[in-house]
C-alpha cells in the first residue's frame, strides 16, 4: 500500500498543504500519513479532509502575535502562544472536523522524540486530545518551545530524531511512498549553531539528547539520500519546492507564502496520475 510521509519545518510545509489539498481536490485518499513537526500537523488538516484550512491559518496568522511572538514567553514559556495556535484557533476560529478525521480509515502517525531516552517515538494520531498535545510535542523545538508532557513522557520535536520518516513508513508496511519534502533538491543540511547551544544546554537534564543534536544533519542527509534512492527504484515520488520559491521556517512575507502553496498544489497536479499509481 502506498503511504504519505511528510518532513517538517515549521512554516516550510505550506508548500507541502498546496500538495496535500490538492490530493484531497482531485479524491486521493492514502491509507497511511506519517511525518514530524508542522509537516505532519498540516496533514491532519489532509486526514479531516479540508483543503485551504492551513493556508488560511498562516495567511490569517502570521502576523498575529498570539499566534507567534516574543511575548508568548511570559505565559507559555515558547515563541508559539500554545493555547491560542493549538487550543483556540482549531476549536474555535478555524474548527477542525473531528469527526471526519477520526472516521476516515487511514492510519496516522506522529514522530515525537522522547527527551528521555533521545529516540524517535511515534504516537497513533487517531488518539489526539483537544488541546492537540500530541502536535504541540512533535512541533517542539528546544527554546522555542517548552518540553511538551504527554502519557508519562516528555517530548520534543519528532525532527530531532527522525526528520524524514520513510523508513518507518515501510516498516509498517507500505513499499510505495509519496515524499513531500520542504528544501528544493540539492539541499544539504549543516550542523547548525542553535543545536550546539541546546545540546550544550540540554547536556546535564536530558544527556541522551546531545548525540541526536549534534549528528541531526548528518542523519537528515543521510535519510534524503535514501529517499532519492528509493525515487530512482521507483518506489517513491518525491514532491518538493524549486529553490527559487523556497521560504525561511519563519517566513513573513504573505506573497511568498501564498506562490509556494499554489506551486505545491500545482506541482501534485503535474504529478497527479504518477501519483495515484501509488495506491494501486
Excluded at 491532519?44 to 508568548?72: A, T
Excluded at 511515534?122 to 488518539?127: I, V
Excluded at 516528555?154 to 518507518?168: L, R, S, T
Aim: proline residues 5%; neutral net charge.
Amino acid at each position: 500500500m502506498g503511504a504519505l510521509v511528510l518532513e517538517g519545518g515549521t512554516f516550510r510545509p505550506i508548500f507541502s498543504s498546496g500538495v496535500m489539498d490538492a490530493l484531497n481536490d482531485y479524491g486521493v485518499d492514502f491509507p497511511y500519513v506519517i511525518g514530524v513537526s508542522a509537516g505532519i500537523t498540516d496533514g491532519f488538516s489532509y486526514v479531516s479532509k479540508q483543503p485551504k484550512r492551513n493556508y488560511d491559518i498562516l495567511m490569517n496568522h502570521r502576523h498575529d502575535k498570539r499566534y507567534v511572538g516574543l511575548r508568548n514567553y511570559w505565559h507559555d514559556r515558547s515563541l508559539f502562544g500554545l493555547k491560542y495556535a493549538y487550543e483556540t484557533i482549531p476549536n474555535e476560529i478555524y474548527p477542525f472536523d473531528w469527526d471526519t478525521f477520526l472516521n476516515n480509515p487511514a492510519q496516522v502517525k506522529v514522530g515525537v522524540t522522547n527527551v528521555e531516552t533521545g529516540q524517535c517515538e511515534y504516537l497513533d494520531g487517531k488518539q489526539l486530545d483537544k488541546k492537540c498535545t500530541m502536535l504541540k510535542a512533535t512541533c517542539a523545538i528546544p527554546f522555542a518551545f517548552p518540553v511538551i508532557s504527554l502519557n508519562g513522557k516528555k517530548y520534543y520535536d519528532g525532527g530531532i530524531c527522525d526528520p524524514i520518516p520513510v523508513k518507518k513508513a515501510m516498516e509498517d508496511g507500505h513499499q510505495k511512498l509519496l515524499i513531500v519534502l520542504t528544501r528544493p533538491k540539492g539541499y544539504q543540511k549543516t550542523l547548525s549553531k542553535a543545536n550546539v547551544v541546546a545540546s550544550r544546554l540540554l547536556k546535564k537534564k536530558y544527556p541522551q539528547l546531545v548525540q541526536p543534536l549534534l549528528t541531526r544533519h548528518l542523519l537528515y542527509n543521510e535519510t534524503l539520500a535514501y529517499c532519492e534512492q528509493l525515487e530512482q527504484q521507483g518506489q517513491a515520488i518525491i514532491l518538493r519546492p524549486s529553490e527559487e520559491l523556497q521560504i525561511d521556517s519563519f517566513e513573513k512575507d504573505l506573497q511568498k507564502i501564498d506562490r509556494i502553496y499554489q506551486y505545491g498544489y500545482q506541482l501534485a497536479l503535474e504529478h497527479m496520475e504518477e501519483i495515484k499509481k501509488l495506491l494501486e
